[in-house]
């Protein structure tokens, strides 16, 4: 495997309000085989706070074990605000399509995966790829930056009832503009450009309610975009693999019987790669 920490900024390039935080892409590539594979962006959950370190590098190693190659991007968080943490995914695919070659990823083979306001995140770039915004960026050619899938996992998708206030604060500001909370409302910006999908989620979240992720899967069925639903009875917010994997020492955060969605999403890759 090679596994190393890139600055996708150069210090000049990065204008964050945060000027110490560097976004960060840390690689697992696998190395057993001359074959291209397809890849998985990992985005991590925190509220746009920060990054789960749940969220992150076990989810990788599970994505290896599915002989993907996996990334993780610690993506811009508060104080810095829309769009930049957009602008950190939109470099970390054009890092990764770059060295496509020298890593053997298919460049048309790779999914974004995004938990809670990572899953916001990921949803952003498969609805936004194409936003003026994100097309001045170095080495960005039209589409560099589009996911050929998303995968989402208990994701934050409204600004609007049923949001997550605080995500959506860290993302915004206190002042935002209904314009702007509409922008980053993923429900009204699923169109015919919007990858594949798969959605997982619990009914009793009580933290992101599951009306985010029934929203977003709304939107996909009218706008003819396949996808994958899958909403488990139980399970608290944050469950991540919901293994010990993940548990971080809390029992609440194992769960067997929601654990069966990283066999489900295997199954589902393998189906649209």
């Not at 009914?203 to 992720?213: G, K, L, Q, S, Y």
């Amino acid at each position: 495997m090679v596994h190393k920490t890139i600055k996708i900024w150069d210090d000049k390039e990065y204008f964050g309000a945060d000027s110490n935080y560097i976004p960060k892409l840390d690689t697992y590539v696998l190395k057993d085989s001359d074959e291209s594979k397809g890849a998985v962006l990992i985005l991590p959950g925190g509220g746009y706070a920060g990054c789960s370190w749940r969220e992150a590098e076990p989810v990788a190693v599970w994505a290896n074990s599915c002989n993907y190659h996996a990334f993780v991007l610690y993506y811009s968080v508060a104080p810095n605000r829309h769009p930049q943490p957009l602008l950190d995914v939109t470099r970390a695919m054009c890092i990764i399509r770059d060295n496509a070659k020298e890593w053997n990823v298919d460049p048309e083979k790779i999914a974004v995966c995004g938990f809670s306001a990572g899953g916001h995140l990921a949803a952003s770039i498969g609805n936004l790829w194409d936003a003026p915004y994100l097309q001045e960026i170095k080495n960005m050619d039209k589409g560099k930056n589009k996911p050929n899938a998303l995968i989402l996992g208990y994701p934050v998708i409204t600004g609007k009832e049923k949001s997550h206030g605080g995500s959506f604060k860290n993302l915004l500001g206190d002042n935002a503009s209904q314009e702007l909370i509409d922008e980053l409302s993923l429900e009204n910006k699923v169109s015919e450009k919007t990858p594949p999908t798969f959605l997982w989620s619990t009914f009793d979240d009580m933290a992101v309610p599951v009306e985010n992720t029934l929203l977003f899967a709304s939107a996909l069925r009218k706008n003819n975009i396949p996808f994958e639903l899958h909403i488990f009875p139980e399970g608290n917010h944050g469950l991540s693999l919901a293994t010990k994997q993940t548990y971080d020492g809390n029992p609440r955060f194992i769960k067997p019987e929601v654990s069966v969605w990283t066999k489900l999403c295997k199954q589902w890759l393998e189906g649209i790669f």
